[in-house]
């Protein structure tokens, strides 16, 4: 029997859902495709309703009075609500090639917790034109739960991405499910700890088969708003990690990231309350 979920959580995606729901239809290992609207108001919940009539896979969630909630409440509620074993994610604004499921299911799962690949962000906007196409992943196999966490802490540029992940539904119960308090950063927060209890296989995709899109809508390119919620993330792990018995070198990583966005932080409240100053002069004038 078929126990592979995807996880899906909609904010006001319409113009990129067709293409998400979509992909995930072509995939036939999944059992259960779960589409969370977080307090959509672009027409995403008519999108989504669509599809439960085409292929009875196809399930909505909504939050209690439709209110918006974010992404950790909103992937969590759709992790508690499967049956199934197996848990993968996708954001509404991303896609998957045909045949995502078909490495890890022939990966020896049975002897592992989850999977992770490689991601390939292709840059959609007018904004990117002249970017190139990348590939993200942690290409490399270690021997150790805790060797896995170690690396990935100290080593930023390699990571694991979200929506690469497949991970048993009994793994993410475990560590405590997605942070809702982090505004950002909650993927990474969820995979360092599972890195560190759980078995993880990088799986190698000549093609990649996971799609991430890049545009001008991607909550990222924010810098004050990034900055901010960095802080807050560093500032988590900079408790976390006494009690983890991590690397020096994953130790110095979490120390030095937590300095720099503490300072980053800081210049940017002196900014904006020198802008303040300057409009309060303005209306004074």
């Not at 909103?74 to 994610?89: A, D, P, Q, V, Y």
């Not at 991601?119 to 970017?131: E, I």
């Not at 196999?141 to 990935?152: R, S, V």
């Not at 018995?245 to 120390?255: F, G, M, T």
């Amino acid at each position: 029997m078929n126990s592979i979920a995807v996880i899906i959580p909609v904010f006001n995606k319409a113009i990129y859902l067709d293409r998400c729901i979509q992909s995930m239809i072509l995939q036939p290992e999944l059992a259960d495709i779960c589409i969370i609207d977080d307090g959509s108001t672009d027409g995403s919940i008519d999108i989504i309703k669509s599809y439960l009539s085409q292929d009875i896979r196809v399930r909505l969630l909504q939050h209690d009075n439709q209110e918006n909630r974010g992404r950790s409440a909103s992937r969590n509620l759709g992790i508690k609500s499967t049956s199934c074993e197996w848990i993968s994610f996708c954001d509404a604004d991303d896609y998957y090639e045909e045949g995502r499921y078909k490495a890890f299911c022939a990966s020896g799962k049975d002897l592992i917790d989850g999977t992770h690949e490689v991601v390939m962000s292709k840059y959609t906007d007018d904004k990117f034109l002249k970017a190139v196409d990348l590939k993200t992943a942690a290409p490399i196999n270690l021997e150790t739960p805790k060797d896995l966490q170690n690396y990935l802490i100290a080593h930023r540029e390699e990571r694991i991405s979200i929506i690469s992940l497949i991970i048993k539904k009994s793994r993410i119960k475990e560590i405590g499910y997605f942070d809702e308090s982090l505004e950002s950063g909650e993927d990474t927060d969820l995979i360092w700890r599972l890195a560190g209890t759980s078995k993880l296989k990088y799986i190698n995709q000549n093609h990649p088969k996971v799609i991430r899109r890049v545009h001008h809508e991607n909550s990222y390119q924010d810098k004050e708003t990034l900055n901010r919620s960095r802080f807050i993330f560093y500032k988590k792990w900079k408790v976390l990690k006494d009690g983890l018995n991590l690397s020096k070198e994953a130790q110095e990583r979490i120390n030095s990231s937590y300095n720099f966005y503490a300072e980053e932080t800081n210049q940017s409240k002196i900014l904006k309350a020198k802008r303040m100053v300057r409009n309060l002069k303005k209306r004074l004038l």
